[in-house]
């Protein structure tokens, strides 16, 4: 009953309020309806959708875990690559940020498993240019009948970071950079076959000025969860909370904490071909912003997942779209190689 009064209260007021004021508004209660819905599903054995996080090249030096892969294997580990092309303009009262920027990104992962216990190491390199894709994705766009949210218009190949409050620069580079980021050590605690608990911390490896560290330690806490709907049909997600270190290009601007969770769906078209389809959140990391870059940020993942690839090894290979244009990265390609108990 509650969970069909919601949806009528929802729908009513679709129609009233924006896309992102109705989410804003519902985020909690859908939340609570959905946790509802995973612990009435039944058990099935753990296990991580995509260990995606968002790639806003102004937010990437602060810590949104990416989920750590998991296997009934003692030692298991995964290789990914992520580039993320992104435009946006965006001016509201006394705030400007331009982002115009290639993202490249290599995540590698390793897991160990003892008893009910998860240990987890996650390093990165980062490499921030001007690239050569925009062409590229303003075709994609077209194909889709996505909007362009300006790029159609900017010069092609380019790279510039800007940001501006109250008449004060804090970010302005045309410089692409590359690095070391920061490295993530994770605890997970095997609660039940359906739920983990996670503790995280990120180490500072990185430089700031490179826009791949916050020159801190983040603390993160997340409860993950699994359960089957059907034989050919999985749920999972991640709800958690991260406190970052002050510190960094935008130290200033930080909230004391923010938000996190993943929401996600694996569909078993047969034992060698699966789907996945996953949105990924995370609420303001930036204080006091009435600009979109910095607003709450909703993704939505599409994966082909090939589980038996070869002896032992998955391949994931997957993108990302900003659900609401300018609240997240335009798009991102990613593919990733794991290793699994066979």
Same mark, same amino acid.
């Given at each position: ?8 209260? $929802? ?10 004021? %109705? ?15 995973? !612990? !009435?599903?039944?058990? @099935? ?12 090249? &102004?937010?990437?030096?602060? $810590? ?44 590698? =992962? ?39 949210? /300006? ?24 410089? @692409? ?6 490295? =993530?050590? #994770? ?20 430089? !700031?000025?490179? $826009? ?16 089957? %709907? ?6 999972? /997600?991640?709800? #958690? ?19 996190? #969770? ?12 699966? &789907? ?16 979109? %870059? ?6 939505? =993942? ?23 244009? /300018? ?16």
């Amino acid at each position: 009953m509650q969970t069909l009064a919601l949806v009528h209260e $929802f729908l009513d007021t679709s129609g009233k309020l924006s896309q992102m004021e %109705v989410l804003k508004r519902y985020k909690h209660r859908l939340l609570t309806v959905l946790l509802t819905l995973f !612990s !009435s599903c039944a058990l @099935a054995q753990s296990s991580i959708g995509l260990p995606t996080r968002s790639q806003n090249p &102004l937010l990437q030096g602060y $810590f949104v875990p990416s989920a750590p892969h998991t296997d009934t294997s003692a030692w298991s580990y995964s290789h990914a690559l992520y580039i993320t092309n992104t435009y946006q303009i965006d001016q509201s009262g006394s705030e400007q940020a331009i982002v115009d920027v290639e993202n490249t990104r290599y995540d590698f =992962q390793a897991n160990y498993n003892f008893k009910l216990w998860h240990f987890n190491l996650n390093t990165s390199l980062i490499d921030n240019s001007s690239g050569f894709m925009d062409q590229t994705i303003e075709r994609w766009h077209d194909f889709f009948g996505l909007p362009q949210g /300006g790029r159609d218009s900017a010069i092609n190949d380019q790279l510039k970071l800007y940001y501006e409050k109250n008449g004060q620069v804090l970010v302005d580079s045309e410089t @692409a950079g590359h690095g070391l980021a920061d490295l =993530q050590l #994770g605890l997970g605690y095997q609660y039940n076959e359906t739920f983990q608990l996670w503790v995280a911390a990120e180490l500072p490896m990185g430089s !700031s000025y490179d $826009f791949i560290s916050n020159d801190g330690v983040d603390i993160a806490a997340w409860l993950s969860f699994t359960s089957s %709907v059907n034989e050919k049909t999985e749920l999972y /997600g991640t709800l #958690g909370m991260v406190i970052p270190h002050k510190g960094g290009l935008l130290k200033n601007q930080l909230n004391s904490h923010y938000e996190i #969770g993943e929401l996600g769906m694996r569909y078993i078209l047969n034992p060698n071909v699966h &789907l996945l389809l996953q949105g990924d959140y995370h609420s303001p990391i930036i204080k006091d912003s009435n600009l979109d %870059v910095f607003d709450h940020s909703f993704q939505a =993942q599409f994966a082909l997942r090939l589980p038996k690839i070869m002896d032992g090894l998955q391949l994931d290979v997957f993108f990302s779209e900003d659900l609401f244009p /300018g609240y997240a990265p335009d798009i991102t390609f990613s593919i990733r190689i794991s290793t699994v108990e066979l």
